[in-house]
Nanobody, 128 residues
Framework: QVQLVESGGGSVQAGGSLRLSCAAS????????MGWFRQAPGKEREGVAH???????SYADSVKGRFTISKDNAKNTLYLTMNSLKPEDTAMYYC??????????????????????WGQGTQVTVSS
């Protein structure tokens, strides 16, 4: 059974940094498409960043240059390093995963928000 557990959220002031982690289990981690999403109160869920099994990465325009997605296959862990945080980054952050059917399939699933497995989320609050 696939399980994803996020951690690392918290409260920071604008300009600060956080690193989110997503510990994965129950599947061959390196073969999967993975992504980070966020949802603020009253707003739709937004794809933040994704990474495929070959290491191809994409970012939402709103986080480019500030956030970095990475993964450690040996630790079965996905990371999101967030720098220069802004109040508008405040949201619940989720990691998600799915078996990958190629880079294009992974990107398409990320953009559609249709990855199959989701964690419970970790809250990030950025104060001005």
């Amino acid at each position: 059974q696939v399980q994803l557990v996020e951690s690392g959220g918290g409260s920071v002031q604008a300009g600060g940094s956080l690193r989110l982690s997503c510990a994965a289990s129950g599947y061959t981690y390196s073969d999967y498409c993975m992504g980070w999403f966020r949802q603020a109160p009253g707003k739709e869920r937004e794809g933040v960043a994704h990474i495929d099994s070959d290491g191809r990465i994409s970012y939402a325009d709103s986080v480019k240059g500030r956030f970095t997605i990475s993964k450690d296959n040996a630790k079965n862990t996905l990371y999101l390093t967030m720098n220069s945080l802004k109040p508008e980054d405040t949201a619940m952050y989720y990691c998600a995963a799915d078996r990958e059917g190629g880079s294009w399939s992974c990107l398409s699933a990320f953009l559609a928000g249709s990855l199959s497995y989701w964690g419970q989320g970790t809250q990030v609050t950025v104060s001005s």
